[in-house]
């Protein structure tokens, strides 16, 4: 299935570098959803408010208004450091005291899919675009500092299917806003985990990935 995916989408890149109807770069708020913005409960995510940007073609077909749209995003999730040390407290232990250090989880989300637009006034326009593909995830290493010794979690990149459905408006043909709902997939994520010892283990959990995009661009 992840082949027919992949060859799917290289076709779709490839057969819309020729022509464009429209070319678009917008960048975005992306607020966590579900699992992924939890900072408590099993499969929480810690993810907090974050941002990104996506690069978006769209080249018509048949039915006026109607397009095949192609994106490529990248959004950054920051985490929530006090609710993960609240975690390591309450379920190993972890003194007070510790220091709990976390990089952002990176998303690379590459959708196709179709896209319609329509005039609703001289100069406005409504859309709305319905998309999948595959996600690839890297999810943000942690490293915890307990009386100054150190240990932490590598991982690697990551692939899942996702999707992303919303719209919005265009204004005079060049400026939008709207929204777009990523749902990126349950990785299962594989971590290294280095002790205070010094000594390693692999760990591996599912992980939901979801994002609320509110987004701001400028067409081309």
Not at 113 to 130: N, R, T
Not at 165 to 185: A, C, D, Q, S, W
């Amino acid at each position: 299935m992840r082949k027919i995916v992949v060859i799917f989408l290289c076709f779709s890149l490839f057969s819309n570098i020729n022509v464009f109807s429209q070319e678009s770069i917008y960048g975005f708020l992306a607020l966590p959803s579900g699992d992924f913005g939890n900072n408590s409960g099993e499969g929480a995510g810690y993810a907090e408010t974050g941002f990104g940007i996506s690069a978006e073609y769209t080249k018509a077909i048949g039915t006026e208004g109607l397009g095949w749209v192609t994106s490529i995003s990248i959004i950054l999730n920051p985490h929530d450091e006090s609710g993960l040390k609240e975690f390591l407290i309450e379920e190993f232990g972890m003194p007070d005291d510790g220091v709990v250090k976390t990089k952002s989880t990176m998303s690379f989300p590459v959708l196709t899919g179709l896209k319609y637009q329509a005039d609703i006034s001289g100069h406005i326009e409504v859309f709305g675009a319905l998309q999948a593909g595959l996600n690839f995830i890297k999810p943000g290493n942690r490293g915890v500092t307990v009386g100054g010794e150190s240990w932490g979690m590598e991982f690697d990149i990551y692939t899942s299917f996702g999707f992303s459905v919303g719209g919005g408006l265009i204004f005079y043909e060049r400026f939008n806003i709207g929204f777009r709902y990523f749902g990126l997939g349950e990785p299962e994520l594989e971590s290294t985990i280095t002790n205070l010892d010094g000594n390693s283990r692999i760990e591996k959990f599912d992980q939901k990935v979801g994002a609320l995009a509110i987004t701001l661009g400028v067409n081309f």
